[in-house]
């Protein structure tokens, strides 16, 4: 059973217009992560959750919002989505306490800017 | 110096060969360190931690050398299956909860 679930796995939005990506997790963990990949690059890292703490990469656009408003689920809002944002978003999980910091992955969703 | 470095490949190997990855990592201070499998538009997936002492998985065998800073996969009598892109992880030191990773090794396991 699928224990991080992001939905939808393709998005199609238009140049400008808001999109929201989700995120639900059935482990229980604290940690909550969006990373934006794309084609032949490493998952790069926009910003996480700790419980409700957030924190934001330095370098991640203004354009990239977020929100946790339970442990369960975490949204990615992009609010004017350029050429440049389409991409694989992937949100992750881990427990996040000591050394355990493995992180376990959605399949993604897959953003078409058109 | 990148954070994470990894030799980008392609690996091409023949089934049944022994391939081996090696990443090297930049901060002394780092505790954690993974091994990662992506499939071509799929998600990472944990494919091992790396223990101080070395640790083995089947075919997959995980080094990390602190001195010398950077931690090897070995992967014994490869099977079309293990063609993927593997990822090197690190922890950032002093924020357990961040991940570095490498831009991954690219191996192609050919009939």
């Known amino acids: 059973d699928a224990m991080v679930i992001q939905n939808p796995r393709y998005q199609v939005t238009q140049f400008g217009k808001p999109v929201t990506l989700s995120c639900s997790q059935t482990?229980?963990?604290?940690?909550m992560y969006w990373y934006q990949q794309k084609s032949s690059q490493a998952p790069k890292l926009l910003f996480h959750y700790y419980d409700k703490d957030f924190n934001n990469e330095a370098d991640t656009p203004d354009n990239f919002q977020s929100r946790r408003p339970n442990t369960s689920f975490c949204f990615l809002d992009i609010r004017s989505p350029g050429l440049g944002d389409a991409a694989m978003y992937l949100c992750?999980?881990?427990?996040?306490?000591?050394?355990?910091?493995?992180?376990?992955f959605g399949q993604g969703t897959r953003l078409t800017v058109v | 110096r990148k954070e994470v470095e990894q030799d980008p490949g392609p690996f091409n190997v023949p089934e049944g060969a022994t391939v081996a990855f090696n990443c090297t990592y930049s901060?002394?201070?780092?505790?954690?360190f993974f091994w990662y499998r992506q499939d071509c538009r799929k998600e990472p997936k944990l494919l091992m931690s790396v223990y101080s002492s070395g640790n083995e998985d089947g075919r997959f065998t995980a080094q990390l050398n602190r001195a010398s800073q950077y931690i090897s996969l070995l992967i014994r009598d490869s099977k079309l299956s293990d063609s993927a892109t593997y990822l090197c992880?690190?922890?950032?030191?002093?924020?357990?909860?961040?991940?570095?990773w490498g831009l991954g090794t690219s191996l192609a396991v050919n009939p």
């Open positions: 992750a999980t881990s427990r996040g306490t000591g050394l355990d910091t493995e992180a376990f």
């Open positions: 992880v690190v922890n950032s030191p002093g924020n357990n909860r961040k991940l570095i």
């Open positions: 482990l229980n963990h604290n940690v």
């Open positions: 901060n002394s201070a780092s505790q954690s």
